[in-house]
Protein backbone atom coordinates (compact mmCIF):
# COMPACT_ATOMS: atom_id res chain seq x y z
CA UNK A 1 0.00 0.00 0.00
CA UNK A 2 1.49 3.40 -0.95
CA UNK A 3 1.60 6.40 1.81
CA UNK A 4 -1.31 8.15 -0.40
CA UNK A 5 -3.24 4.90 0.19
CA UNK A 6 -2.57 5.10 4.04
CA UNK A 7 -3.39 8.98 4.14
CA UNK A 8 -6.70 8.98 2.61
CA UNK A 9 -7.62 5.58 4.17
CA UNK A 10 -8.14 3.77 1.11
CA UNK A 11 -9.27 -0.02 0.92
CA UNK A 12 -6.76 -2.15 -1.17
CA UNK A 13 -9.21 -3.65 -3.53
CA UNK A 14 -9.49 0.41 -4.44
CA UNK A 15 -6.07 0.22 -5.53
CA UNK A 16 -6.90 -2.24 -8.41
CA UNK A 17 -6.35 -0.20 -11.50
CA UNK A 18 -9.59 -1.49 -13.33
CA UNK A 19 -11.93 -0.66 -10.36
CA UNK A 20 -10.81 2.96 -10.38
CA UNK A 21 -10.91 3.30 -14.09
CA UNK A 22 -14.44 1.96 -14.56
CA UNK A 23 -15.28 3.78 -11.92
CA UNK A 24 -14.22 7.21 -13.39
CA UNK A 25 -15.25 6.22 -17.04
CA UNK A 26 -19.00 5.39 -15.34
CA UNK A 27 -19.52 8.57 -12.78
CA UNK A 28 -17.36 11.38 -13.93
CA UNK A 29 -19.74 12.76 -15.87
CA UNK A 30 -22.12 13.35 -12.28
CA UNK A 31 -19.26 14.89 -10.78
CA UNK A 32 -17.93 17.01 -13.27
CA UNK A 33 -18.31 21.01 -13.49
CA UNK A 34 -17.72 23.83 -15.91
CA UNK A 35 -15.18 27.00 -15.88
CA UNK A 36 -17.11 29.80 -14.15
CA UNK A 37 -19.48 31.76 -16.89
CA UNK A 38 -18.71 28.51 -19.20
CA UNK A 39 -23.09 28.80 -19.75
CA UNK A 40 -22.98 32.47 -20.23
CA UNK A 41 -19.86 33.27 -22.18
CA UNK A 42 -21.21 30.51 -24.78
CA UNK A 43 -24.84 31.69 -24.86
CA UNK A 44 -23.89 34.99 -25.38
CA UNK A 45 -21.04 33.72 -28.72
CA UNK A 46 -24.60 31.77 -29.76
CA UNK A 47 -26.71 34.71 -29.46
CA UNK A 48 -24.17 37.00 -31.56
CA UNK A 49 -25.03 34.45 -34.33
CA UNK A 50 -21.44 32.64 -34.07
CA UNK A 51 -21.19 29.20 -34.78
CA UNK A 52 -19.33 26.92 -32.82
CA UNK A 53 -17.46 23.52 -32.09
CA UNK A 54 -16.55 21.53 -29.68
CA UNK A 55 -13.44 19.34 -31.07
CA UNK A 56 -11.75 17.07 -28.17
CA UNK A 57 -9.09 14.27 -27.83
CA UNK A 58 -10.17 11.63 -25.82
CA UNK A 59 -12.70 8.70 -25.27
CA UNK A 60 -15.97 9.28 -27.28
CA UNK A 61 -19.00 8.06 -25.11
CA UNK A 62 -16.49 9.46 -21.63
CA UNK A 63 -16.27 13.00 -23.46
CA UNK A 64 -19.82 13.09 -24.82
CA UNK A 65 -21.44 12.32 -21.47
CA UNK A 66 -19.46 15.06 -20.08
CA UNK A 67 -20.50 17.26 -22.17
CA UNK A 68 -23.56 16.79 -22.16
CA UNK A 69 -23.85 16.44 -18.15
CA UNK A 70 -22.47 20.06 -18.00
CA UNK A 71 -26.01 21.02 -20.09
CA UNK A 72 -23.95 23.13 -23.01
CA UNK A 73 -24.96 20.71 -25.97
CA UNK A 74 -27.77 22.44 -27.43
CA UNK A 75 -25.18 25.46 -27.90
CA UNK A 76 -22.73 23.96 -30.28
CA UNK A 77 -23.34 23.30 -33.97
CA UNK A 78 -20.47 20.43 -34.13
CA UNK A 79 -19.22 18.42 -31.52
CA UNK A 80 -16.16 15.87 -33.06
CA UNK A 81 -14.73 13.34 -30.33
CA UNK A 82 -11.09 12.50 -31.89
CA UNK A 83 -11.98 8.25 -31.07
CA UNK A 84 -15.27 9.36 -33.77
CA UNK A 85 -13.74 10.84 -36.14
CA UNK A 86 -10.10 8.91 -35.59
CA UNK A 87 -8.14 12.16 -35.76
CA UNK A 88 -6.75 13.90 -32.86
CA UNK A 89 -5.65 17.54 -31.66
CA UNK A 90 -3.44 18.76 -32.91
CA UNK A 91 -3.70 17.09 -36.58
CA UNK A 92 -5.68 20.20 -39.15
CA UNK A 93 -7.54 17.28 -40.68
CA UNK A 94 -10.21 17.19 -37.09
CA UNK A 95 -10.19 21.34 -37.77
CA UNK A 96 -10.72 21.19 -41.33
CA UNK A 97 -13.58 18.78 -40.43
CA UNK A 98 -15.71 20.63 -38.68
CA UNK A 99 -15.30 23.96 -40.78
CA UNK A 100 -18.31 22.53 -43.38
CA UNK A 101 -20.76 21.91 -40.59
CA UNK A 102 -20.63 24.92 -38.96
CA UNK A 103 -20.09 27.13 -42.55
CA UNK A 104 -16.23 28.54 -42.26
CA UNK A 105 -14.39 28.39 -44.61
CA UNK A 106 -10.18 27.51 -44.95
Not at 8 to 23: K, P, V
Not at 65 to 94: C, M, T, Y
Request: charged letters at 20%; glycine letters at 8%.
Amino acid sequence: MTLKAVLFDLDGTLLDGSLLLDDYLSNFQQHCTGYPNLLTTLTALKNNGLKIALISNGYGQFQYDNFKALNIAHLFDEVLISEWEGLRKPDQAIFHRAFGPIGCRR
